[in-house]
T-cell receptor
Framework: DQQVKQNSPSLSVQEGRISILNCDYT??????FLWYKKYPAEGPTFLIS?????DKNEDGRFTVFLNKSAKHLSLHIVPSQPGDSAVYFC????????????FGAGTILRVKS | ETGVTQSPTHLIKTRGQQVTLRCSSQ?????VSWYQQALGQGPQFIFQ???????GRGNFPPRFSGLQFPNYSSELNVNALELDDSALYLC??????????????FGPGTRLLVL
C-alpha cells in the first residue's frame, strides 16, 4: 500500500522557468511533510518542509504548497537552474509515531540550459 | 559541525552471510533512523533509535537488527543475507526534540550488493 505517491517519474524544464513537482498521500494522519533532493551517489538532502497547520511554506526559490482536503502537496522551484537537476522525494510522517518518514518513489527533474 | 557519515561506502556479500553497517550521527543529534532504498524506489523505513532504545520499526524481518551507542552512533546488522537485500542503506539523524515534527538529515549511504 503506497501511502505517498509521486505519479510523475520524470519532469523536464527549461532553465529559468518554473518546476512543479507533485505528491499525493492517502494517510490522513500525516502531519509533517518534507521534500528531499538526491544526487547520484549521495544521500537525500533536506530541502523544505511544511506542517499540516500551514498551507504554504517558502524558502528562497523553493515553495511547498499543502492542500489537506485533496491530500496533495507540491514543490515549486522558481527560477529553475541546471544545478536543480536531481531526484526529488516527497516524504511524510505522523509526528505522534516518532518521526518515521514514508517516502514516495521520487521524480527525476532535468533542467535544460 | 560534522554531518552524518556512514561506512563502508560499498560492500559485496554473498547469500547467507551477515553484514554490519555503521553510522555516525550529526553533532547534537540523539535520534537515528535507518532506511533501505531499492533501485528505482524511495527509501523505506527500517527502524529508529532514540537514546539507545528502539523507537519504532518498519515492515522488516527480525534478521534486520540495530544498535545505538552512548555517543549516538549506530549500527545496522543484517543476518542471513538474501539477494533482495541488495540496496542503498541510508542512515538519518535528528535532534529528537520536536516530538516527531522535525527534519531528518541523511548520510551518503552504504551500497550493499548480495551475490
Amino acid at each position: 500500500d503506497q501511502q505517498v505517491k509521486q505519479n510523475s517519474p520524470s519532469l523536464s524544464v527549461q532553465e529559468g522557468r518554473i518546476s512543479i513537482l507533485n505528491c499525493d498521500y492517502t494517510n490522513s494522519m500525516f502531519d509533517y511533510f518534507l521534500w528531499y533532493k538526491k544526487y547520484p551517489a549521495e544521500g537525500p538532502t533536506f530541502l523544505i518542509s511544511i506542517s499540516s497547520i500551514k498551507d504554504k511554506n517558502e524558502d528562497g526559490r523553493f515553495t511547498v504548497f499543502l492542500n489537506k482536503s485533496a491530500k496533495h502537496l507540491s514543490l515549486h522551484i522558481v527560477p529553475s537552474q541546471p544545478g536543480d537537476s536531481a531526484v526529488y522525494f516527497c516524504a511524510a510522517s505522523v509526528g505522534e509515531y516518532g518521526n518515521k518518514l514514508v517516502f514516495g518513489a521520487g521524480t527525476i527533474l532535468r533542467v535544460k540550459s | 559541525e560534522t554531518g552524518v557519515t556512514q561506512s563502508p561506502t560499498h560492500l559485496i556479500k554473498t547469500r547467507g552471510q551477515q553484514v554490519t553497517l555503521r553510522c555516525s550521527s550529526q553533532s547534537g543529534h540523539n535520534t537515528v533512523s535507518w532506511y533501505q532504498q531499492a533501485l528505482g524506489q524511495g527509501p523505506q523505513f527500517i527502524f529508529q533509535y532514540y537514546r539507545e532504545e528502539e523507537n519504532g520499526r518498519g515492515n522488516f524481518p527480525p534478521r534486520f537488527s540495530g544498535l545505538q551507542f552512548p555517543n549516538y552512533s549506530s549500527e545496522l546488522n543484517v543476518n542471513a543475507l538474501e539477494l533482495d537485500d541488495s540496496a542503498l542503506y541510508l542512515c538519518a539523524s535528528s535532534t529528537g526534540l520536536a516530538g516527531g515534527l522535525e527534519t531528518q538529515y541523511f548520510g551518503p549511504g552504504t551500497r550493499l550488493l548480495v551475490l
